[in-house]
T-cell receptor
Framework: DGGITQSPKYLFRKEGQNVTLSCEQN?????MYWYRQDPGQGLRLIYY???????QKGDIAEGYSVSREKKESFPLTVTSAQKNPTAFYLC??????????????FGPGTRLLVL | AQSVTQPDIHITVSEGASLELRCNYS??????LFWYVQSPGQGLQLLLK??????LVQGIKGFEAEFKRSQSSFNLRKPSVHWSDAAEYFC???????????FGTGTSLTVIP
C-alpha cells in the first residue's frame, strides 16, 4: 500500500528545544516537500528536495532544517530559532520536480504545539 | 510576484445545491492549475488539474473546473453538493518562474441538510 506517512500526528515542543518531524514515502518519488499551514494563510513552502543529498529553501526556511540521506525519507527539524512554530506541517512528494507536470501527494500532517 | 486568490473564506450551501468556488491567479504566462481538498486534520487530496488543452477539466467526486485565461480564473464547480463534500478547498498554481507551488488561502465549505 503506497503512500506518505508522517509521524508523530501531534508533537509538543518546549522552549529552546529542537524537534524533528518524520516524513517517509514508499512511492519511489524523487521530489519531496515540506509545507507549513496556518489558519487563513494556506500552505507555505519550507524546503524541497529534488534528489538525495540535495535540497532547496522555500519561502519560509528560516528556523528550519532538513536532510535527504535516503530517497524515501525527508525529515524536518524545527529549531529553537523558529520563534512561532505552532502550525500544521504537511509533507508531500512527486515523481520528480518537473514544472507543474507532476502531481504532489500529501501525507496526513503533523500538528506541532508549543508548551 | 505570483499569487493565488481565493476570495471566499467560507461558503455555506444546502445539500443538493450547486457549488462554485472561486480562484484567481496572478502570473504572466499560463500556469499549471490545481484544486485540492482537505478534510479536518488531514493532508490534501488532488481533485483535478489543468495543464493545457480543453479548458473544462473533470476531476474526482463529480467536481469540474474551468480555466478562463481572460479572467485569470480557475473556478471549481459541482452541480449537486453532498454532505461529505464539507471540507477546505485549496487552489494551487505552479509557475516556472518560482519553480514551486503557490497555494491560495483556502475556502471552507459547510453543507447544510
Amino acid at each position: 500500500d503506497g503512500g506518505i506517512t508522517q509521524s508523530p500526528k501531534y508533537l509538543f515542543r518546549k522552549e529552546g528545544q529542537n524537534v524533528t518531524l518524520s516524513c517517509e514515502q514508499n512511492l519511489n518519488h524523487d521530489a519531496m516537500y515540506w509545507y507549513r499551514q496556518d489558519p487563513g494563510q494556506g500552505l507555505r513552502l519550507i524546503y524541497y528536495s529534488q534528489i538525495v543529498n540535495d535540497f532547496q529553501k522555500g519561502d519560509i526556511a528560516e528556523g528550519y532544517s532538513v536532510s535527504r540521506e535516503k530517497k524515501e525519507s525527508f525529515p524536518l527539524t524545527v529549531t529553537s530559532a523558529q520563534k512561532n512554530p505552532t502550525a500544521f506541517y504537511l509533507c508531500a512528494s512527486s515523481i520528480r520536480l518537473r514544472p507543474g507536470r507532476e502531481t504532489q501527494y500529501f501525507g496526513p500532517g503533523t500538528r506541532l504545539l508549543v508548551l | 510576484a505570483q499569487s493565488v486568490t481565493q476570495p471566499d473564506i467560507h461558503i455555506t450551501v444546502s445539500e443538493g445545491a450547486s457549488l462554485e468556488l472561486r480562484c484567481n491567479y496572478s502570473y504572466g504566462a499560463t500556469p499549471y492549475l490545481f484544486w485540492y481538498v482537505q478534510s479536518p486534520g488531514q493532508g490534501l487530496q488532488l481533485l483535478l488539474k489543468y495543464f493545457s488543452g480543453d479548458t473544462l477539466v473533470q476531476g474526482i467526486k463529480g467536481f469540474e473546473a474551468e480555466f478562463k485565461r481572460s479572467q485569470s480564473s480557475f473556478n471549481l464547480r459541482k452541480p449537486s453538493v453532498h454532505w461529505s463534500d464539507a471540507a477546505e478547498y485549496f487552489c494551487a498554481v505552479w509557475t516556472n518562474t518560482g519553480n514551486q507551488f503557490y497555494f491560495g488561502t483556502g475556502t471552507s465549505l459547510t453543507v447544510i441538510p
